[in-house]
């Protein structure tokens, strides 16, 4: 048995925060897991420390399945995306230090490679459709097979999905931002401006567009039905999924595919989403999610409903989660799409290796365990800071979904 000696919880902020669990086995192992969970960093944080780390100490680093089921169904407060974070953590260190002892990647251990590569899309955006266009032009020379396009709305400021820069991050280093938002001006122009760009780019891509939790499930229907001959490969949460029942309005108006689940955190949350295929693509992610070993489970009771993945990847989820999802998406049967933004560059001085990108396609590190190594020197010169994710008000003042 390689017992776990400790369990240390480190937080830096190398351009945006991320929160990593770095657990060492008594022979000197090291696995390291992603806890980050944006703009509620140090809940997490604190939920490892306080809570988790002390529990971990002079157990089995090997025995990940029942660790995960200790720390889920021994203690009486389940789910929520704090504690499943907090255990995706635990589970990706220790399946980084199983790979290590077995000398072989993550990806070899469940089961091998069930394709060559991770497909992956990434973001474009402007702030009107001449700029949306460029940036369009840039990702396909990058490569990129399948795109998510995102435009502001005219006359609504701060709409979701604009980048500022190179990279697109919405939380800010004040109190929240309160961004103005009007349903019906989406409504009137998104699906023109989606047109347009298949218009100027043709159908030789994969394009995708992101609602964000914005419509009722009639407005979603009306819109997916508009989009249509756009042929999206999915409308990504285009209403809040906590009325898993309403998603049958949707599907019964409109054949765009649909996307859901960045927000969620465990099986039970998409249960009847994905058993009654109400949806096409489950966007769970490994960090918020419980780890590999409860995402597995989830994608193969998907695999059941001919529900495939499309895993939630942005910036905001570390390299070893990032390194983490990649190793799952190459070993599952149904996997649909990943999700890839990119890091800035700072974040390449605290972690290091990592999965390689290549022509539209991400490929996992060969290196035993997931192939991230982290810096804790470096991290240490990037001081924690406090961020907030945006909210939303209609244009009548009143709290809308963000």
């Known amino acids: 048995m390689d017992a776990i000696a ?9 351009a945006r925060n991320f929160v990593t669990l770095k657990i060492t086995t008594v022979d000197g192992v090291v696995g390291w897991g992603d806890a980050t969970l944006n703009g509620r960093e140090l809940a997490v944080a604190s939920y490892l420390r306080d809570h988790i780390a002390p529990l971990l100490i002079g157990r089995d680093s090997a025995r990940i399945e029942d660790m995960w089921n200790y720390l889920f169904r021994g203690v009486y407060w389940r789910k929520g995306p ?13 399946w980084d230090i199983k790979g290590k002892v077995a000398g072989l990647p993550v990806y070899q251990l469940l089961g091998g490679a069930a394709r060559d590569g991770v497909l992956v899309y990434t973001h474009a955006s402007g702030t009107d ?10 990702v396909k020379e990058r490569g990129f097979k399948a795109i998510r396009a995102q435009t502001a709305v005219p006359g609504v400021e701060g709409t979701y999905g604009v980048k500022h820069g190179k990279y697109y991050e919405p ?21 023109t401006y989606l047109a347009k760009v298949r218009e100027q780019f043709g159908f030789d891509f994969h394009l995708l567009h992101d609602v964000h939790h914005r419509l009722t499930p009639m407005e979603a229907a009306r819109f997916g039905r508009s989009v249509e001959d756009v042929k999206l490969f999915w409308m990504e949460d285009p209403t809040p999924a906590d009325n898993q ?12 595919p649909v996307a859901v689940g960045e927000v969620l955190s465990s099986i039970w949350d998409i249960q009847h989403l994905v058993s009654e295929q109400l949806i096409d693509y489950i966007r769970l992610s490994v960090t918020h999610a419980g780890g590999i070993t409860h995402m597995k489970k989830v994608f193969s009771f998907a695999e059941l409903y001919q529900v495939r993945s499309g895993s939630h990847g942005p910036s905001d989820i570390s390299p ?29 001085d605290v972690f290091h290796g990592g999965p390689t990108y290549e022509d539209g396609y991400l490929h996992p590190s060969e290196v035993p365990g997931l192939g991230i190594d982290y810096d804790e020197e470096v991290a240490a010169k990037f001081e924690y800071a406090p961020k907030y994710l945006p909210v939303a008000r209609r244009l009548d003042g009143s709290v809308h979904d963000w």
């Open 171 to 191: 939380a800010s280093t004040s109190l929240p931002e309160e961004q103005s938002w009007s349903t019906e001006a989406y409504l009137n122009f998104a699906p």
């Open 245 to 256: 029942e309403s998603f049958r309005l949707i599907r019964s108006h409109t054949t765009t």
């Open 6 to 14: 400790s369990a240390e919880v480190l937080v830096t902020c190398p």
């Open 320 to 348: 070893v989660g990032q390194a983490a999802a990649i190793h799952l998406d190459m070993a599952i049967p149904n996997f649909g799409i990943q999700e890839y933004m990119g890091y800035p560059d700072l974040v390449a």
């Open 82 to 94: 704090i504690t499943m974070t907090a255990i995706a953590a635990v589970d990706m260190a220790l």
């Open 129 to 138: 459709i001449g700029s949306l266009m460029d940036d369009i032009a840039a």
